[in-house]
């Protein structure tokens, strides 16, 4: 059976400013029946192109011609011993985490001082209440969230929300809003080194976080891009803004309805991401199991080797 490659001309403009042209380019094809989008997100893999705003193949050609190597992937985490970097964000009393929802009561049940006259004398404990909305902090999106018959926090399967390669996709000196699909190639050829990762979108908005300037319009994940990440297999999509829906465009929310509805939750209002390599760490991010419930904070963490 022949290999294939593609030999094109091709233009990439990026997110952060500049661009790329290349002329006669040769790309090794996994067959001879592919599409000028097909050459592009194969392209984008090829050589690991991050922020991309567009690709245009301005001319190509499918020849016979064997194969130069294989296409990169993303790297597998080394061995070795692991340090831990938090991603979530403090809950205390009264924050405002989504603007316009209350912020959580937290309120003694039991003092230490009224505990003394149940134990023996020297022992004293705290008991504590908590009332808030399930969007508090740092929290996971299960599909019950968005569809009525889908999978609660208690449904969630475990290893769609713990240890999780992680794939960090930087975008903080992004001059665009929406997340296209176009952003977030350079991971594997066909999306494939996405395949079973959590994918992290670091925009940096969480710097923030507890000011109002945190509810102004934010970096958010658009449909296409949403549809590139279930399309990759990703297991889990996180964000460090303030939604990962547009929520300055109406009540219309794609990136939440595409992705719960494939099954993949979504983590939002991390932090921390940039102490994260793009690849090698794993990500812990499980809420208790609470059975007709969408969301719920977490401790969301990353384990990085060394």
């Known amino acids: 059976m022949p290999d294939y490659r593609a030999v094109f001309d091709a233009e990439v403009t990026f997110l952060n400013g500049g661009g790329l042209q290349t002329n006669g380019f040769r790309l090794d094809l ?43 992937e993303v790297a597998a985490p080394a061995a070795g011993p692991a340090r831990l970097v938090e991603l979530s964000h403090v809950i205390t009393a009264g924050m405002v ?10 309120t003694p049940h039991l003092t230490r001082e009224a505990s003394r006259a149940l134990y023996a004398p020297g022992v004293e404990f705290a008991m504590d209440r908590i009332s808030m909305v399930g969007n508090t902090g740092t929290y996971v999106d299960s599909p019950y969230h968005r569809y009525a018959d889908g999978v609660d926090l208690a449904g969630l399967p475990l290893d769609t929300v713990a240890d999780l390669p992680a794939v960090v996709i930087r975008l903080t000196d992004s001059t665009r809003r929406g997340i296209e ?17 959590a994918v992290l979108l670091h925009t940096g908005w969480d710097r923030h976080f507890g000011t109002p300037a945190y509810g102004e319009p934010a970096p958010f994940l658009t449909a296409s891009g949403a549809k590139h990440l279930v399309a990759a297999g990703v297991r889990l999509v996180g964000i460090d803004s303030v939604n990962i829906d547009d929520t300055h465009s109406g009540g219309e929310r794609p990136a939440h309805s595409i992705l719960l509805d494939a099954g993949i939750p979504v983590l939002e209002h991390l932090t921390g991401l940039a102490d994260v390599p793009v690849s090698g760490a794993r990500l812990h991010a499980a809420p208790p199991r609470v059975r007709g419930f969408g969301t719920f904070p977490v401790r969301a963490y990353a384990v990085l080797p060394r």
Request: aromatic residues 4%; negative net charge.
């Open 30 to 72: 996994p067959g001879a029946d592919v599409t000028e989008a097909d050459i592009a997100e194969l392209f984008l893999a090829h050589l690991g192109l991050l922020m991309v705003e567009r690709v245009r193949i301005i001319r190509h050609e499918i020849v016979a011609e064997a194969h130069k190597g294989p296409h990169p």
């Open 181 to 197: 699909a176009e952003a977030l190639g350079g991971y594997g050829t066909g999306g494939s080194g996405l395949a079973g990762a």
């Open 97 to 106: 985490t989504y603007p316009g929802l209350p912020g959580p009561e937290i």
